[in-house]
């Protein structure tokens, strides 16, 4: 099955700051890649994501980049607010199910 | 749009009772659902895949005869955890995959099962 590694799993920044998380993937066969915010007990929320058939995608603040050939794909958040603190998971599918990263805990320092 | 609800919000039961989850598509139809585990600081595993009017795939490790799944309707399916136990203490989330798109998945909010 499919095996999605992400780091880091902490990231600290101050506010203002940009964010970048990386995630990792093993099965070529994936080709949709969603990231999500989750905060303390709610549901994971999408925040953007991205087809194998695209190299980058940008909304605002947040843009997520793919490379299909290496396996790797990543978020970035600029001018990041004390509301962007939450955890972050990138996630893969194949086949319609998704594998999940382990995620990444982000703090903005105001 | 792709509103996913769940019912209970939170529930804690004894050692040994039943506890039934209800996951509801509001606005579309959903013929695959999926049901998620995620315990605390940790990631959501997928426990199993839920088709409309066939039998759940179960992941690898999970216990089909203790975690019963229906889908019984394109906008309804249940999660059933028979005779809980403390470690079956988690927050289960379902997801809803719209019939009309290939990939993306809406979430419910969850439910958090306590076990005592």
């Known amino acids: 099955g499919e095996n999605v590694e992400q780091h880091p799993s902490t990231l600290s920044v101050q506010e203002g700051d940009s964010a970048v998380i990386k995630c990792t993937y093993s099965d070529s066969a994936s080709n949709y890649f969603p990231w999500y915010k989750q905060e303390l007990g709610k549901r994971p929320q999408l925040i953007i994501d991205?087809?194998?058939?695209?190299g980058e995608k940008k909304d605002q603040r947040i843009a997520v980049t793919l490379n299909k050939t290496a396996k790797h794909f990543s978020l970035h958040i600029t001018e990041t607010q004390p509301e962007d603190s939450a955890v972050y998971f990138c996630a893969a599918i194949n086949d319609y199910k998704l594998s999940f990263g382990a995620g990444t805990t982000v703090t903005v320092r105001a | 749009g792709a509103v996913v609800s769940q019912h209970p919000s939170w529930v804690i039961c004894k050692s040994g009772t039943s506890v039934k989850i209800e996951c509801r598509s509001l606005?579309?139809?959903?013929?695959?659902m999926f049901w998620y585990r995620q315990f605390p600081k940790q990631s959501l595993m997928l426990m199993a895949t839920?088709?409309?009017?066939?039998?759940?795939?179960?992941e690898q490790g999970v216990e089909k005869d203790k975690f019963l799944i229906n889908h019984a309707s394109l906008t309804l399916s249940t999660l059933t955890v028979t005779s809980a136990h403390p470690e079956d203490s988690s927050f289960y989330i379902c997801s809803a995959r719209n019939s009309g798109s290939t990939d993306t998945q809406y979430f419910g909010p969850g439910t958090r099962l306590t076990v005592l």
């Open positions: 991205i087809r194998s058939n695209v």
């Open positions: 839920s088709n409309e009017g066939s039998k759940a795939t179960y």
């Open positions: 606005d579309f139809q959903a013929t695959t």
